[in-house]
T-cell receptor
Framework: QKEVEQDPGPLSVPEGAIVSLNCTYSNSAFQYFMWYRQYSRKGPELLMY????GNKEDGRFTAQVDKSSKYISLFIRDSQPSDSATYLC???????????FGQGTTLQVKP | ETGVTQTPRHLVMGMTNKKSLKCEQH?????MYWYKQSAKKPLELMFV???????ENNSVPSRFSPECPNSSHLFLHLHTLQPEDSALYLCASSQGFGDSGNTIYFGEGSWLTVV
């Protein structure tokens, strides 16, 4: 079983839709959770960072962590064509500091 | 501009060639990383350097040889590679390694094709 599972997609939505991206994980020691966005032929850029359980909002983006279910989500409101990218979840425990990445979900927002 | 610069951006090399990838970070970070990104696979951590000392080698074949002369520069020396080594190689840095889940910043990557 992979430590982090993420549906690779592709996910295609119309402009303005609410997008939900998700990851599940198996290691209960994970405490730090991140979402990276990666445009085609570019390096990943940090989008959201959360510690432990709860929600964090930044503009149109909301990151949600449910440690009891070992499930994290990224919501994008009013999605735009410029949001078309691959979204990578990543997580780590405080012990190792090693980031474990999901496979990434490819999102396409159609005008 | 992420503060992590990688060169070259694209590299094509034969299986008998020797080449190097270079990474420089301008963020004052102490930890630097090499990751490999292949199609349809998660990012794979290859090497970690913390304060110039290698702290992680994720069972990477010896045809990949890292070098970290100081906290701002990281190299990946490549020799006798195989076609399956073709991938995007990402350099990254963070303030520290371990402890409080230090945020990692990535470069744009070096696209490597082995022919």
């Amino acid at each position: 079983q992979k430590e982090v599972e993420q549906d690779p997609g592709p996910l295609s939505v119309p402009e303005g839709a609410i997008v939900s991206l998700n990851c599940t994980y198996s290691n209960s020691a994970f405490q730090y959770f991140m979402w990276y966005r990666q445009y085609s032929r570019k390096g990943p850029e940090l989008l959201m960072y959360t510690y432990s359980s709860g929600n964090k909002e930044d503009g149109r983006f909301t990151a949600q962590v449910d440690k009891s279910s070992k499930y994290i989500s990224l919501f994008i409101r009013d999605s735009q064509p410029s949001d078309s990218a691959t979204y990578l979840c990543a997580m780590t425990s405080s012990n190792t500091g090693k980031l474990i990445f999901g496979q990434g979900t490819t999102l396409q927002v159609k005008p | 501009e992420t503060g992590v610069t990688q060169t070259p951006r694209h590299l094509v090399m034969g299986m008998t060639n020797k080449k190097s990838l270079k990474c420089e970070q301008h963020l004052g970070h102490n930890a630097m990383y090499w990751y490999k990104q292949s199609a349809k696979k998660p990012l794979e951590l290859m090497f970690v350097y913390n304060f110039k000392e290698q702290t992680e080698n994720n069972s990477v074949p010896s045809r990949f040889s890292p070098e970290c002369p100081n906290s701002s520069h990281l190299f990946l020396h490549l020799h006798t590679l195989q076609p399956e080594d073709s991938a995007l190689y990402l350099c990254a840095s963070s303030q520290g390694f371990g402890d409080s889940g230090n945020t990692i910043y990535f470069g744009e990557g070096s696209w490597l094709t082995v022919v």
